[in-house]
């Protein structure tokens, strides 16, 4: 019942910016914290950044000072602003969030993903 749909992915030239979006949706209650990670080829996902509900931040040592995250709490969707884009930022880019639904009469806590986008950084 709920989803998170990812957009804003590509293919972009080393150097240059993308913004991903993602969107939740569904029996939506409360969302805690939104993030977004990735899995490059041959490698593990990796967080790469994440908000809170009241806009605390944490970034991986690898998009620091280069990836922006932020989220409208009135449209539960998060940004991920990328700039100053590496060959090494090329991976499908996750969105993660958690939340709270109702189903029926009950409220449901859990964690949910997104489909992922591409994101590939290359000349």
């Known amino acids: 019942q709920v989803q998170l749909v990812e957009s804003g992915g590509g293919l972009v030239q080393p150097g240059k910016s993308l913004r991903l979006s993602c969107a939740a949706s569904?029996?939506?209650?409360?969302?805690?914290?939104m993030g977004w990670y990735r899995r490059a080829p041959g490698k593990q996902r990796e967080l790469v950044a994440e908000?809170?509900?009241?806009?605390?931040?944490n970034y991986a040592d690898s998009g620091k000072g280069r990836f922006t995250i932020s989220r409208d709490n009135a449209k539960n969707t998060v940004y991920l602003q990328m700039n100053s884009l590496k060959p090494e930022d090329t991976a499908v880019y996750y969105c993660?969030?958690?939340?709270?639904?109702?189903?029926?009469?009950?409220?449901?806590?859990?964690?949910?993903w997104g489909q992922g986008t591409q994101v590939t950084v290359s000349s």
């Open positions: 993660n969030a958690d939340i709270v639904s109702a189903t029926g009469s009950s409220w449901r806590n859990a964690d949910y």
């Open positions: 569904g029996s939506i209650v409360s969302i805690y914290t």
């Open positions: 908000v809170t509900s009241s806009g605390s931040t």
